[in-house]
């Protein structure tokens, strides 16, 4: 059964310029969270999914990476010590542990399951807890890409309506974009990670069918011409992501007076406006008439 996304993980030096930036796209930013090693974030959530902003705090100290355990903290370091951008895709899980166990047995990830938990805040500023536990995969042909799942212990004091109203009129992560060189090659491994079997696209491009959302391997060559400019470095890279909106027509106003241009029927925001990822806003899919 295919997962489908539950967040992704956008690397920012600056976590309160990456904020102010968003929100004047039009999301609703979260407050400032800590994590145990120190990276910290700030959320833009939707109805089951989110966007985490994510930055490394004064005095962080990550854990290593060891033969069978992920450091979440030190993936987040060494990504920002190269850039900003699209670190890591996360799907959801109803049960990390026996997620871990089969990426293990499909060959993509021999790691320990990653338990923690921290403070929240709801939107009254009241204080709540929430736990996770994570289980990562790995491919080694995609080095500079974190890929993992994600399982909400305590979701009722996580997911919020009132942290869901977007003056842009978001309503979810529509697609995630990893560009690589030959999409055919990451076939076994993003098939075990997705639990969904891709299908060809246009010429060599392939795209994954998700619970929520949907995950497109491009070409670099097509991702460019899909999202106006995208950034890598050197490497096979998560270069963007479509986010969903009740009146494209309301979102072209909303961008008026920042780098963006339409493409095709989206709105895209280029990576070099976007903090090393670029973003596009399309028609909430609900919306659209079928008969067109």
Excluded: K
């Amino acid at each position: 059964m295919a997962r489908g996304i539950d967040h992704l993980v956008i690397g920012i030096r600056d976590l309160d310029a990456g904020a102010r930036f968003y929100e004047t796209l039009g999301f609703q930013v979260g407050a400032r969270n800590r994590h145990p090693w120190g990276t910290e974030n700030r959320l833009v959530q939707f109805d089951g999914s989110f966007l985490e902003l994510i930055t490394v705090g004064p005095g962080a100290e990550p854990p290593p990476h060891g033969p069978r355990s992920f450091s979440f903290g030190a993936f987040v370091r060494d990504y920002l010590a190269r850039r900003e951008g699209l670190a890591m895709l996360v799907l959801d899980s109803a049960d990390a542990a026996a997620d871990a166990q089969a990426f293990a047995e499909a060959g993509i990830g021999d790691f320990e399951p990653f338990f923690f938990e921290r403070r929240g805040r709801r939107p009254d500023g009241s204080e709540v807890h929430v736990a996770f536990t994570l289980a990562f995969a790995r491919e080694p042909s995609i080095p500079g890409a974190g890929f993992f799942v994600c399982q909400q212990h305590h979701p009722e004091n996580f997911w919020n309506p009132d942290f869901q109203r977007h003056p842009n009129g978001a309503t979810g992560i529509g697609a995630v974009v990893l560009s690589v060189s030959e999409p055919d090659s990451h076939e076994g491994f993003l098939a075990a990670f997705t639990g969904s079997d891709g299908r060809s696209v246009t010429g060599a491009d392939r795209s994954y069918s998700l619970a929520r959302g949907r995950l497109d391997v491009l070409t670099l060559d097509d991702a460019a011409e899909l999202y106006g400019s995208i950034e890598t470095d050197g490497e096979p890279s998560l270069v963007a992501f479509a986010v969903e909106v009740e009146d494209i027509d309301r979102m072209t106003h909303r961008l008026a007076g920042l780098p963006h241009q339409r493409i095709g029927s989206r709105l895209v925001v280029p990576a070099s406006a976007g903090h090393g990822v670029a973003i596009a806003f399309e028609q909430r899919r609900s919306d659209i008439d079928p008969s067109r």
